[in-house]
């Protein structure tokens, strides 16, 4: 056998014993819980940092979408903007969610489902009216991009 041939024979050999002690070599034991420890609890200073209301005025947040989140008892959106084709005028694709799924075509001025007005469609975004607010809808998204004027609570103003 070659020098070559007894130093790969060797390092096989290694491996192979090094493979076997660890397959074989008990794992460590698992730390037993303490008996004696003491619960989690909060810092006594932590609740007097937030104001008294703090956990009510935490409950009266709405999000974007949620319902009740326009102040006046209905859904902020109960429409999707699927799509926009451009020729041979501007027409906004509009789904409804839900069991019960209807497409709409509409161009601007038309009412969207949840009685807002589409007021413009330009490339990939839908402007959209609801009372003194606008919002700008883009393509595969849920939320408006941009908003304007007295929003609902949730929506960023961004201009």
């Keep these: ?8 024979l060797l390092l096989a050999a290694g491996a192979a014993t090094g493979v076997a002690l660890g397959a074989a070599w008990p794992p ?20 007097e940092r937030l104001p008294r209301d703090a956990v009510t005025r ?8 949620e319902k009740g989140a326009d102040g006046d008892g209905q859904a902020s959106q109960e429409w999707r903007l699927a799509g926009i084709l451009q020729t041979p005028q501007p027409v906004a694709l509009v ?11 509409l161009e601007p001025g ?30 595969h998204r849920s939320q408006p991009i941009r908003t304007s004027g007295p929003c609902s609570a949730g929506t960023p103003d961004t201009e």
């Design 110 to 139: 038309a009412t969207l489902p949840d009685g807002s007005r589409l007021a413009a469609i330009e490339g990939d975004t839908a402007t959209v009216e609801r009372g003194a607010c606008t919002l700008v809808y883009q393509l």
């Design 58 to 65: 935490a409950g009266q947040v709405r999000w974007l979408g």
């Design 28 to 47: 460590p034991p698992i730390p037993k819980s303490r008996e004696d420890a003491a619960e989690w609890t909060l810092p006594a200073d932590a609740l």
């Design 1 to 8: 056998m070659t020098r070559r041939g007894r130093t790969v």
């Design 95 to 105: 789904v409804t969610p839900g069991k019960q799924k209807q497409s709409f075509r």
